[in-house]
């Protein structure tokens, strides 16, 4: 069975850094699209970024470019994402998905289109 662990969030303050990682437990990493998901209370589930197997194409949620960057270490079975300069409109349940096929540059950026999901790791950042 494939499964998505989560983990690295934690209790920050406004400015500070945090990296998440979300460790695939199977075989065939490489194929799958994987993504990052956040959802606040009250919020829509929305995409903060996405990487294509091989990480030559990703998206990143205009909310959060120039700040969080994603990337994936195959060898590892393991997809991060990087968060910079945290605002606490970042707060929230961060998820890590996967789909077992190439998805494309929008297709990537809609969590319906994910199948796989994690349990999720929370991000508070305090002002």
């Known amino acids: 069975q494939v499964q998505l662990v989560e983990s690295g969030g934690g209790l920050v303050q406004a400015g500070d850094s945090l990296r998440l990682s979300c460790v695939f437990s199977?075989?065939?990493?490489?194929?799958?699209?994987m993504g990052w998901f956040r959802q606040a209370p009250g919020n829509q589930r929305e995409s903060v970024a996405a990487?294509?197997?091989?990480?030559?194409?990703?998206y990143i949620a205009d909310s959060v470019k120039g700040r969080f960057t994603i990337s994936r270490d195959n060898a590892k079975n393991t997809v991060y994402l990087q968060m910079n300069s945290l605002k606490p409109e970042d707060t929230a349940v961060y998820y890590c998905?996967?789909?077992?096929?190439?998805?494309?540059?929008?297709?990537?950026?809609?969590?319906?289109?994910?199948?796989?999901w994690g349990q999720g790791t929370q991000v508070t950042v305090s002002s």
């Open positions: 990487t294509i197997g091989s990480g030559t194409l990703t």
């Open positions: 998905a996967a789909k077992g096929q190439y998805l494309g540059p929008t297709a990537m950026r809609d969590p319906l289109n994910f199948n796989l």
């Open positions: 199977g075989r065939t990493f490489s194929m799958y699209t």
